[in-house]
């Protein structure tokens, strides 16, 4: 079997370590990996939700979350390993209120905002047969597309993840490839992280998952670029131990080839950029 997780990269932005409902990996388990694979920096983005009945909602606190993540900074951080205090919110324009107060009262060294599929979605189990029955593409993706491209223009975070997550949902009914076909669906998306300055993320998740590709593509990151995006990140989405850094090398090909030079990480009111040929466990500050 390929080993496809990687070495030798400066950056997995995107890991859930036992304080996310569902993920059973310990952050040392995350933070020996890296060490071992000569991954030099790694964000931890536990989930956090805030629709009442939803896996993460007040699944643990952010006092527990930031102790144990800043404590595994300190063990590591001589080793060579990095280690940034960082969150996955979900992001839902009902809560919108709720997420702002959270972000006003909480600090975080990384910021993700994601859409996800929970039991009231379309998208929920045996709901999307019957949903996406006589429904054009449009259609179909809309109240997910939508719900991104607010997500990116609220400003509230740092990178967008898994922008077309979608894609895991709708399949077999939707494939990637009638994805890939319209382009044009990712354009408000994409200019909304353009106008805002967020970042896009390039979740390598997908090519272990029904979709077999980045979430997004290939194509849609260098549109990205085209469309002036400056800020871009790569993440593993690793929920198991066997998921670390899984995929990322592709992930940061799309990168390369889209044109950038860099990976950010951190607020867009203070980035730092990792060259996405950084040296691997390079112990200190890297440059801004």
Same mark, same amino acid.
């Given at each position: 079997?390929?080993?496809?997780?990687?070495?030798?990269?400066?950056?997995?932005?995107?890991?859930?370590?036992?304080?996310?409902?569902?993920?059973?990996?310990? &952050?040392?388990?995350?933070?020996?990996?890296?060490?071992?694979?000569?991954?030099?920096?790694?964000?931890?983005?536990?989930?956090?939700?805030?629709?009442?009945?939803?896996?993460? @909602?007040?699944?643990?606190?952010?006092?527990? $979350?930031?102790?144990?993540? $800043?404590?595994?900074?300190?063990?590591?951080?001589?080793?060579?390993?990095?280690?940034?205090?960082?969150?996955?919110?979900?992001?839902?324009? +009902? !809560?919108?209120?709720? /997420? +702002?107060? %959270?972000?006003?009262?909480?600090? @975080?060294?990384?910021? &993700?905002?994601?859409?996800?599929?929970?039991?009231?979605?379309? !998208?929920?189990?045996?709901?999307?047969?019957?949903?996406?029955?006589?429904?054009?593409?449009?259609?179909?993706?809309?109240? !997910?597309?939508?719900?991104?491209?607010?997500?990116?223009?609220?400003? /509230?975070?740092?990178? &967008?993840?898994?922008?077309?997550?979608?894609?895991?949902? #709708?399949?077999? %009914?939707?494939?990637? =490839?009638?994805?890939?076909?319209?382009?044009?669906?990712?354009?408000? &998306?994409?200019?909304?992280? #353009? *106008?805002?300055?967020?970042?896009?993320?390039?979740?390598?998740?997908? /090519?272990?998952?029904?979709?077999?590709?980045? !979430?997004?593509?290939?194509?849609?990151?260098?549109?990205?670029?085209?469309?002036?995006?400056?800020?871009?990140?790569?993440?593993? *989405? =690793?929920? $198991?131990?066997?998921?670390?850094?899984?995929?990322?090398?592709?992930?940061?090909?799309? #990168?390369?080839?889209?044109?950038?030079?860099?990976?950010?990480?951190?607020?867009?009111?203070?980035?730092?950029?990792?060259?996405?040929?950084?040296?691997?466990?390079?112990?200190?500050?890297?440059?801004?």
């Amino acid at each position: 079997m390929i080993d496809r997780q990687a070495r030798d990269l400066p950056l997995d932005a995107h890991l859930h370590t036992n304080l996310s409902p569902d993920s059973d990996v310990p &952050i040392d388990v995350f933070a020996e990996q890296a060490l071992e694979r000569g991954i030099g920096e790694i964000a931890i983005t536990d989930h956090v939700d805030f629709e009442p009945g939803t896996p993460a @909602y007040a699944a643990t606190t952010f006092a527990q $979350r930031e102790r144990v993540v $800043r404590e595994a900074a300190e063990r590591w951080g001589p080793r060579g390993v990095v280690i940034r205090f960082g969150v996955e919110l979900t992001y839902d324009r +009902r !809560y919108e209120a709720d /997420l +702002r107060e %959270h972000l006003h009262h909480h600090a @975080y060294d990384f910021v &993700i905002g994601s859409v996800h599929v929970y039991r009231t979605s379309p !998208y929920a189990g045996e709901r999307v047969a019957a949903f996406v029955a006589g429904r054009s593409l449009p259609e179909i993706v809309a109240p !997910y597309f939508d719900e991104v491209e607010a997500a990116a223009r609220s400003g /509230l975070f740092d990178a &967008i993840g898994h922008l077309d997550f979608v894609k895991r949902y #709708v399949h077999p %009914h939707v494939t990637p =490839a009638a994805f890939a076909a319209a382009p044009e669906l990712y354009e408000p &998306i994409l200019r909304a992280l #353009v *106008d805002s300055g967020t970042a896009l993320e390039v979740n390598t998740s997908g /090519l272990r998952q029904v979709a077999d590709e980045t !979430y997004p593509s290939a194509a849609v990151v260098a549109r990205f670029r085209e469309l002036g995006g400056e800020r871009v990140t790569v993440g593993s *989405d =690793a929920h $198991r131990a066997t998921s670390f850094a899984w995929g990322l090398a592709d992930g940061y090909d799309h #990168v390369r080839a889209a044109g950038f030079n860099a990976l950010t990480i951190g607020h867009t009111d203070h980035t730092e950029r990792i060259g996405l040929d950084a040296e691997p466990n390079a112990v200190g500050p890297r440059s801004l």
